[in-house]
């Protein structure tokens, strides 16, 4: 591969790598509204603080905790580009649970500074509104959920039994420009290193894909069909020998025992030995270094990419919800 060639397909990969961080910049900055739901906790209070401590007792409105009472411990973000305020409202945020559950009581635990988060709770349904939610301002709340199943003493409130109640948990909105309420798990977020254990061999790929490149520019554009051949040294005796290509038509001729070494084009070789020689144009494995190089290079980049958003992520919902 020519140096033009070199730095064409070099420009060629910059110009991607450019025009796909323009693309994802240019879509973040959109003027669009985004509201994400972020469930910080939810689990069983009696299996998570009465069943395994003997002797202790916890009451809510009198009446002793038992299984079936839930907490839900969540966030609503505005981490969208553009402020929320009542006129874009239309019908309020409202968090709907499955039939065979009951809101016991919301509070609202922490908010942004200066932001007013009224709701509206009936058995089944929760509504929260506002009057202005700016960009980055949130609000959390914990709530105790019932299970009212008739059937609710036979039922094993298991943490898989508890992800399907949550599964079922729907949220609803008419909020003027927005498509839907993000949903993530703070656990996932806070706890999610397969990524980062991805970074070694992401970085691994990046190396080898650029080495990849390099040799596409190192290895010589044509090679010879066969390379090792008998000649007469000096003193008439046979000598067994390997050829190499190498660049503008020169070939290194090397002796098996590495005693006599030679350059000399290939004209001149097969004109001094009478020794036809066939060289071929190595377009194949150019092609071949180039695709995995590429493919390397931009499936790196994409999984760095990708990391980095994952850790804006986190340290974003970190510094919302001062979470160490």
């Not at 910080?40 to 079936?68: A, H, R, V, W």
């Not at 509504?127 to 003493?153: H, V």
């Amino acid at each position: 591969m020519t140096l033009n060639m070199f730095l064409g397909l070099l420009g060629i990969i910059i110009t991607i790598i450019v025009g796909v961080m323009g693309i994802i910049y240019t879509y973040r900055i959109r003027n669009i509204p985004k509201i994400t739901f972020l469930e910080q906790d939810f689990f069983s209070l009696f299996e998570s603080i009465i069943k395994n401590m003997d002797g202790i007792n916890i009451t809510f409105e009198n009446i002793q905790i038992n299984p079936s009472l839930l907490m839900l411990k969540a966030s609503f973000i505005n981490n969208g580009t553009i402020d929320i305020d009542s006129s874009m409202v239309h019908e309020p945020l409202k968090i709907k649970l499955p039939e065979n559950c009951k809101w016991k009581r919301i509070k609202i635990t922490k908010a942004s500074p200066n932001v007013n988060i009224n709701f509206k709770m009936s058995d089944i349904v929760t509504e929260f509104d506002w009057d202005l939610l700016k960009r980055n301002e949130y609000f959390s709340f914990d709530a105790l959920i019932e299970i009212i199943d008739n059937q609710k003493e036979s039922i094993e409130i298991d943490n898989e039994y508890i992800v399907k109640i949550y599964e079922k948990i729907s949220i609803s909105h008419r909020i003027t420009n927005l498509e839907k309420i993000n949903e993530e798990n703070l656990y996932s977020i806070m706890k999610s290193k397969r990524l980062k254990r991805l970074m070694f061999p992401l970085i691994s790929t990046l190396v080898l894909g650029l080495v990849l490149l390099t040799l596409i520019f190192i290895v010589p554009d044509q090679s010879l069909s066969s390379t090792h051949y008998i000649i007469k040294d000096l003193k008439n005796n046979n000598m067994e020998i390997k050829l190499i290509y190498l660049k503008n038509d020169n070939i290194l001729i090397k002796s098996i025992d590495n005693k006599y070494k030679e350059v000399l084009a290939v004209d001149e070789f097969v004109k001094r030995y009478n020794i036809p020689l066939k060289v071929i144009k190595n377009t194949m494995i150019i092609y071949v270094f180039a695709f995995f190089a590429l493919l390397g290079i931009l499936m790196s980049i994409s999984g760095l990419i990708n990391y980095l958003f994952i850790k804006r992520k986190e340290n974003y919902i970190k510094m919302l919800l001062d979470i160490k």
